[in-house]
């Protein structure tokens, strides 16, 4: 919700703001706004004439006007996929002539395109091709303000989780507060959820056997990840077989580990999901509310998702869910743009994302539509078990600390002679590897040390496989942790190192190393979508606390305790500045 100022916007303005819009990829570098499609050809999101007495219609007269909308739908030869009778609006398949001819009935307000809306979450690290100058460790810097400790991940820390825990502040409460978290489904059999999820539904309907939480559904690790940073128990970690580099035996701990977790599945196995979809993912949250026939008092939606156009629909379907008493809270986006939706709308809570310096990640949205921040910057979390990937690295009888691997890497190990690639195209004496023919047949059979530099991580591992290497190390030509993302697909291990442990391998050829990618059940991703989960946390924290407050006075609150970063009072980059719910409670 866009708030003039916490104290003084008592009640909800309900105009709908009209923003930029994006769509996000796996790399920080996203595609254009220009570039997002239509859910499908033909599909469309329908919107009647809403009379003024709509809002205090009785059931039966709702089932009657939508019983009249329905049959003007398919009087113009269109299929109804869903409707929603509170917002007299409808999703259908329309041919041509069946959109001219529902356009041409009195009683349509407005006919508008299905968009797509994405996950806003990706693998720790940035573009090898991307300007010096821009770039920011994608890591925890020794320095930083926020570093993990125990089962408490930074961005528990900076929230003050441990705190919260001490004092009893975990979203258990007499009141029933909910997380009803939207996205690409969960690993129930994680033993981080302890098997507590309380709901499961699958709204993505062309993807077949997804509606079981404990059996797959959860193909792109999204959503268990976000679940995990909200709900992930105290000492219910897998043991050491399944961890990251550095990790507690016992795992990590969410931040409302005592609130009640729903899981919508509205995005499909590629994170995207239609707004059709995510609506009535958002209309099954709102139902669980004790107030619309639910069990819960309080509910929290959470989507870490965006994407699209502005939608009239969507807009209509956001204003009734904030008018029954939910908190939505959403990503703004990842590129580094203007708010995407559904965040820039003004019964959504729009969050940007923060690093563990509580620097604006670089990648974050930016604009006026931007509520508060959270944590979104190599993110720990729980991923579907043995998903993940973790590496390691070693050579000239030193273990490497702060190993990456590469997205799309092989898995497995490998212990050789460690070669420099060569320079190629590149720099003169920067180990860069570049240039696509470029090889080096003493690789063949070895691993490739490649510097990180002016060409693309792809293009500097494809020519390494393509002169036989075994496996790749790439090391940074920064300070900080590297990580990659990779187009294509690889059968060798293909890790990032941080620079100086590449530069000091470089002094100690020929020697030999070691390079290994294993399964994982943890990951770190960065994100918007990691910061979403990390504010709807703690609003849950803070309504059980305060379970008087409204849905606005609960915000409100938030961001009238927030820590200000940036320009003093609310900025576009970190609107009101990082939630911290310990001071939402006790004031301190």
């Known amino acids: 919700m866009k708030l003039t100022h916490p104290l003084l916007a008592t009640t909800l303005a309900l105009t709908l703001a009209a923003c930029g819009q994006q769509t996000a990829t796996v790399t920080p570098e996203a595609t254009s706004p220009a570039a997002i499609a239509p859910a499908e050809a ?3 999101l329908v919107g009647f004439r809403q009379p003024l007495s709509a809002q205090s219609l009785g059931a039966q007269e709702l089932a009657a006007q939508a019983a009249v909308q329905a049959q003007a739908i398919t009087a113009a030869g269109g299929v109804m996929t869903s409707q929603w009778a509170d917002i007299s609006a409808a999703a259908v398949r329309l041919s041509p002539a069946a959109l001219a001819k529902l356009r041409a009935n009195p009683s349509v307000e407005y006919i508008e395109q299905e968009a797509v809306h994405r996950a806003q979450g990706m693998r720790s690290g940035s573009s090898d091709a991307r300007p010096a100058s821009t770039l920011r460790a994608q890591g925890l810097s020794a320095q930083a303000l926020y570093a993990p400790s125990g089962e ?4 528990d820390n900076a929230l003050r989780v441990p705190a919260l825990r001490a004092a009893g502040y975990t979203g258990a409460a007499t009141t029933r507060v909910a997380v009803c978290v939207l996205d690409t489904g969960i690993d129930g059999n994680h033993p981080e959820f302890q098997r507590k999820l309380t709901g499961f539904k699958n709204f993505v309907t062309t993807e077949a056997n997804r509606n079981d939480p404990y059996a797959l559904n959860d193909v ?25 580099s550095g990790m507690d035996p016992n795992g990590v701990v969410g931040v409302a580990t005592g609130a009640n977790l729903y899981m919508g599945r509205v995005l499909g196995d590629t994170g995207s999901g239609s707004s059709s979809g ?25 989507m870490s998702l965006g994407g699209g156009a502005r939608s009239t629909t969507e807009q209509r379907a956001y204003t009734a869910a904030y008018n029954k008493g939910a908190l939505i809270i959403a990503a703004t986006g990842n590129d580094g743009a203007a708010v995407s939706y559904p965040a820039a709308y003004t019964e959504v809570v729009g969050v940007a994302a923060v690093d563990s310096d509580l620097n604006k990640a670089s990648f974050s949205n930016f604009g ?5 921040s959270g944590p979104g910057v190599a993110v720990l979390s729980s991923v579907p078990l043995g998903q993940g990937t973790a590496a390691s690295a070693s050579g000239g ?18 212990t050789g002679n460690v070669v420099k690639a060569g320079d190629g ?32 991580f792809e293009e500097k591992t494809a020519n390494a496989v393509a002169s036989g290497a075994k496996g790749v190390m790439i090391y940074n030509n920064a300070a900080g942790a590297l990580g990659m993302t990779l187009t294509n697909t690889y059968t060798v291990p293909v890790v990032g190192i941080q620079q100086a442990d590449g530069q000091a391998l470089l002094t100690k050829l020929p020697t030999t190393g070691t390079v290994a990618v294993t399964g994982a059940d943890y990951e770190y991703l960065d994100g918007t979508s990691m910061a979403t989960p990390h504010v709807s946390a703690a609003a849950a924290v803070v309504w059980a606390a305060k379970p008087t407050l409204t849905n606005t ?30 001071k939402a409670i006790t004031g301190q």
């Not at 909200?230 to 219910?236: I, L, R």
């Not at 009535?280 to 819960?296: A, P, R």
């Not at 180990?431 to 040390?449: P, Y």
């Not at 006075?553 to 911290?580: E, I, P, R």
């Open 368 to 372: 006026t539509q931007v509520d508060l």
């Open 152 to 155: 408490y991940t930074w961005g």
């Open 553 to 582: 006075g609960l915000l409100n609150l938030l961001t009238s305790t927030a820590k200000d970063l940036g320009a003093a009072g609310k900025d576009n980059n970190f609107g009101y500045g990082l939630v911290d719910p310990y």
């Open 42 to 44: 033909g599909s469309y």
């Open 278 to 302: 995510i609506i009535n993912g958002v209309n099954w949250c709102t139902s669980l509310l004790k107030s619309q026939g639910g069990t819960e008092d309080k509910v929290v939606v959470s």
């Open 220 to 244: 792109s690790h999204h959503g268990t990840h976000v679940a995990g940073t909200v709900f992930a128990q105290y000492g219910a970690g897998t043991g050491a077989a399944g961890q990251q």
């Open 397 to 414: 009888g030193v273990t490497f600390s702060n190993v990456q691997a590469a997205d799309k890497t092989g898995r497995g190990s490998f």
């Open 425 to 456: 195209t590149g720099t003169a004496g920067a180990n860069e590897f570049c240039g696509t023919s470029t090889r080096n047949s003493a690789l063949a059979g070895n691993i490739a040390l490649i510097a990180r530099g002016t060409c693309s």
